[in-house]
């Protein structure tokens, strides 16, 4: 089989970095360089919702289209809360408004207009329910609630929540403490673009950015938002799968030449089972749902019911990010 990366044409831009590790999440962070005429991050604002279901977006580079993440979240007071049924391009110099995005609190009111944000990407589980095109396309603002309210149940604080409000989760001392623990333990390495992410050893996610620069501005979404939020609710429903990349419990009074090179055994199997793991991640469908400028989104499907963006500028990758 051919790795991912291969078939997507990143395989010869890409190198591992030193793999991170946390309890049951690891990251294998993924380094390179993208040639591509991509805005920097900060050229992107999120700047109102018109209606409910609507998201706008300024790109302030006056020569670069600009990326918005797939699924991207924004939260704040008075307002309700949205996020980005799948990733978004701005051209350069450019407004534009994506009317098929999400409410993600069922009864609250209220639109943005140049209040504060806060910002995120949707937790995995939350992801996968936009996958299908008929999810990512339809002009519904309530279509997510169903997926929240049951993604929500499977918390101990929120077992019997009658109401699909994400930012109960966010907002809850305990988890976002926790979510915080997740973005101090994976912080980006020199030269990372992207990652591998991994629950008990098994592959949960594949992200890859135009640039460092981006990785820089939004890994912490990623790392938060959409993996930590997952992981956090997998533990506490009992659902983390195990494989044996697990990483080994390490005591405290282990010494330190044994926990030295139990590190570097698992660091190693996991470089050995990268090829495998990145063979296994194969694509079953793409179909294009963009095309602006000389830029096109496509939406993958991977087997085994996992998917997500690959944008391309000029039939070069510069964006893909898919969970699994």
């Known amino acids: 089989m051919t790795s991912i990366l291969d078939s997507l044409n990143f395989i010869n831009r890409l ?5 991170q590790s946390d309890h049951e999440m690891t990251v294998v962070p993924l380094i390179g360089e993208l040639r591509s005429n991509i805005a920097p991050p900060e050229s992107l604002e999120f700047t109102r ?20 993440p797939a699924n991207m979240m924004v939260r704040g007071k008075a307002a309700q809360d949205h996020a980005m049924s799948g990733s978004g ?16 609190e069922s009864s609250q009111g209220g639109h943005f207009h140049g209040q504060a944000v806060e910002t995120d990407v949707l937790p995995v589980d939350l992801r996968k329910a936009l996958l299908p095109v008929s999810a990512r396309n339809k002009r519904e603002f309530g279509k997510l609630w169903p997926s929240i309210k049951t993604w929500l149940r499977k918390f101990k604080n929120f077992s019997t929540v009658s109401r699909a409000h994400l930012r109960d989760f966010f907002d809850d001392k305990d988890y976002k ?6 973005a101090a333990a994976f912080e980006p390495v020199d030269g990372q673009i992207g990652a591998l992410i991994l629950f008990n050893g098994v592959p949960v996610g594949l992200e890859i950015m135009p640039s460092a620069q981006h990785w820089e501005a939004y890994w912490k979404w990623l ?13 506490e429903s009992g659902d983390l799968e195990r494989s044996t990349l ?8 282990t010494p330190a030449e044994e926990v030295k090179n139990i590190m570097e055994q698992f660091v190693h199997n996991i ?10 991640i194969q694509i079953s469908k793409a179909t294009e749902v963009d095309s602006i400028g000389n830029i096109t989104t496509q939406l993958l499907t991977t087997e085994g019911g996992g998917g997500g963006d690959l944008i391309t500028q ?3 990758p510069v964006y893909l990010s898919i969970v699994l």
């Open 15 to 19: 190198k591992m970095g030193e793999v």
């Open 246 to 253: 697990v990483l080994p419990n390490i005591s405290n009074d």
């Open 314 to 316: 000029n039939n070069e």
């Open 49 to 68: 919702t018109t209606s409910y279901g609507s998201m706008e977006f300024k790109n302030t580079s006056r020569e670069e289209p600009a990326i918005i």
């Open 177 to 182: 403490e926790a979510l915080e623990d997740f």
């Open 223 to 235: 790392i938060r938002g959409c993996y930590g939020s997952q992981l956090i609710q997998l533990r």
């Open 271 to 280: 470089r050995m089972s990268m090829a495998p793991m990145l063979e296994q």
């Open 89 to 104: 391009v701005v051209l350069a110099a450019s407004d534009r408004l994506f009317d098929n995005a999400c409410c993600v």
